[in-house]
């Protein structure tokens, strides 16, 4: 499927924002392991922290497809960006602008959509991953108020100077799991260290922690014990997105080797002339062709209310591991200078991994895939 006119103009207007306010800034950040705000806020002030929010909400009223643009060219120049806007706009925005009252939107959304703050979507648990319904964080009612106790892991974006809130799922008394909205600042909601990774060293990752932390029964998500249901969807939702960053990361690695292999000689000749290295390019490109098409279908589909379930796997699926590997060859055509931090295809090889295993591991979207094909896994 082709885009209008109109996406492929956003486009560009994303792309020179990131090549002028990520690009530069990106190495930094990295190896600093430091969140980086300004460009966040840069990126809040264009309108690309609430794209798919409507106006009222203090977001920009885009469609689907645009913001899945957004996402890919950030990832083009900086995955950990690109990360931090997918975790605030997917999982977090989308999910109260879905399932929140009307007063929760005004009061929550609003300033998160508008790009002067950022959320986190708290579902994984130390003990409850790919199994996530699993989840042993609890919350009770008292009086006025629920009582969150437990903790959860890996977070994104739940500890930066601009986080405003985590919504997390917790079970209740009658064994549903509900979610929550739990403001930073709260007491009893204690944010951890700073998870040092292998990639997406600028985006912030935590464990966090629930000691009898009281938050008013207004700050439940949506319908009491749904909760699950709601996240579920909103990963569906997200995972094409992921898609669409895994595109972004993969074109820029194909981006810097088009540049260095037309610099780089050996034996007398740039390495550009040798068909070894021309073919790997030509299957590069070939397969973020390929995953790009599947992304805007699956995107198209959402955004006219179609099912998309097995898309957003299928795509979520192919595309991440399409960008792992190119991400390997992508040094593999660096030489040794792959290598080397310097490099921006190092960094991009550290960043990919991830892919497969945030938003659901692979092994869980073929579980998807198979459930959709009328198979049975055998699980809960
Ligand atoms: C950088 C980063 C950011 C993240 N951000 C967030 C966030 O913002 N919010 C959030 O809630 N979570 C977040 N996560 C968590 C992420 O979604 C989980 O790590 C992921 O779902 C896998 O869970 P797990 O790590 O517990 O692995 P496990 O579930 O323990 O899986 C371990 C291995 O077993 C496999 N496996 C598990 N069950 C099965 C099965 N039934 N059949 C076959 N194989 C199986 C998995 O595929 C994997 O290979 C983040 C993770 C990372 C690394």
């Known amino acids: ?51 798919p ?12 497809l645009s913001y899945l643009i957004c996402v890919e060219e950030l990832a083009r120049v900086d995955p950990s960006v690109a990360i931090t806007v997918e975790a605030h706009t997917s999982l977090v925005c989308n999910l109260l602008y879905h399932f929140g009252t009307e007063d929760q939107k005004t009061r929550w959304l609003t300033p998160l959509a508008a790009g002067k703050k950022i959320g986190a979507f708290a579902l994984t648990e130390p003990g409850a991953g790919s199994d996530a319904g699993g989840t042993q964080t609890s919350a009770r009612e008292d009086g006025d108020d629920y009582v969150i106790n437990g903790a959860k892991m890996f977070i994104t974006n739940s500890g930066t100077d601009i986080s405003l809130l985590a919504i997390a799922t917790a079970r209740m008394a009658d064994g549903q799991i509900s979610a929550f909205i739990v403001p930073v600042g709260t007491p009893g909601f204690e944010i951890g260290r700073k998870l040092r ?23 439940l998500l949506g319908e009491s014990g749904k909760g699950f249901n709601q996240f579920l969807a909103q990963l569906d939702d997200g ?3 992921i898609a669409a960053l895994a595109v972004g990361q993969a074109q820029g690695c194909l981006d810097e080797c088009l540049r260095y292999v037309a610099e780089r000689r050996q034996f007398g000749r740039p390495i550009g002339s040798f068909q070894a290295i021309q073919f790997k390019l030509a299957d590069m490109a070939t397969k973020i062709h390929h995953a790009k098409l599947a992304v805007y279908h699956a995107g198209n589909l959402r955004q006219n209310g179609d099912p998309f379930k097995i898309e957003a796997s299928m795509t979520k699926l192919f595309a991440t591991e399409m960008a792992v590997d190119i991400a390997r060859e992508a040094v593999q055509v660096h030489g040794g200078y792959g290598f080397i931090e310097e490099f921006p295809v190092a960094r991009f090889y550290r960043d990919s991994k991830v892919l497969e295993i945030g938003e659901g591991t692979s092994e869980v979207q073929r579980i998807i895939i198979a459930r959709q094909l009328g198979l049975d896994p055998g699980l809960r």
Request: charged share 30%; with cysteine; aromatic share 12%.
């Open 53 to 64: 929010i409507p106006e009222r909400y203090g977001g920009a009223g885009a469609d689907y």
């Open 239 to 241: 995972r094409i997105a």
């Open 1 to 51: 499927m082709s885009l209008s006119p109109e996406h492929e103009e956003f486009r560009k207007v994303v792309r020179a924002f990131a090549d002028r306010e990520v690009r530069p800034k990106a190495a930094y950040y990295d190896e600093r392991a430091e969140f980086p705000t300004d460009v966040i806020l840069a990126c809040g002030e264009q309108g690309f922290l609430g794209l």
């Open 197 to 219: 990774k292998i990639g997406w060293h600028a985006s912030d990752t935590r464990e966090l922690a629930f000691t009898d932390c009281r938050v008013p029964k207004h700050n």
